[in-house]
């Protein structure tokens, strides 16, 4: 639902495959979702083929349906999403880029670090920048106060830990700094 973290996703996966003729390059999309959103657009921008990798069932099937409603605008790509944990797939062969939007709110949060370093065995050139979108992920930490918990707001009753970014009810007390 990030509008503009989708748009600079897609604008970054253009530019990697217009680097190559169209139709050569392989991808892989770890955690692809129930929309297969970054693998639809690496489809609709030339790659070859695009593995997705879901542990969820559910949003598996979504997304395989998803795909099949594209399967009009991506052609002749194939899409092929598997099931699992990604430490748990096999690829039929080796990728050129890795698309991933599997980061929470704090970088590690939904398993990054374990899951890029053990994807590193799906690539073609698994040490090179260019192989993968994004190529490094930062948490950045701030104290802050939250205007509208500490006024009693619309809801008091809210008790919560982390907050949005872009939440406009909080002012920062510092500078943020780097926390991984």
């Not at 980061?103 to 590193?120: K, N, P």
């Not at 509208?148 to 907050?163: E, I, K, Q, Y």
Request: charge should be negative; include cysteine; charged fraction near 25%.
């Amino acid at each position: 639902a990030d509008q503009q973290r989708t748009s600079l996703y897609v604008e970054a996966i253009r530019q990697r495959l217009a680097e190559h003729p169209p139709g050569t390059m392989t991808v892989l999309d770890i955690g692809t979702g129930p929309f297969a959103v970054l693998a639809l657009n690496a489809a609709a921008a030339g790659a070859k083929k695009v593995y997705c990798i879901e542990a969820n069932r559910d949003a598996a099937e979504r997304a395989r349906q998803e795909i099949e409603w594209a399967s009009a605008q991506i052609h002749p790509c194939e899409v092929e999403v598997f099931e699992g944990f990604s430490t748990d797939v096999e690829l039929p062969e080796k990728v050129d880029l890795l698309v991933t939007e599997i980061a929470g709110s704090v970088a590690s949060e939904e398993g990054l670090y374990a899951t890029i370093r053990d994807a590193h065995r799906f690539m073609k050139k698994p040490h090179e920048p260019s192989s993968y979108i994004p190529f490094a992920y930062q948490t950045l930490g701030a104290p802050a106060v939250d205007m509208v918990h500490h006024s009693g707001g619309a809801d008091p009753t809210r008790n919560f830990l982390r907050v949005e970014a872009d939440d406009t009810t909080l002012q920062l007390l510092a500078d943020p700094i780097l926390v991984e």
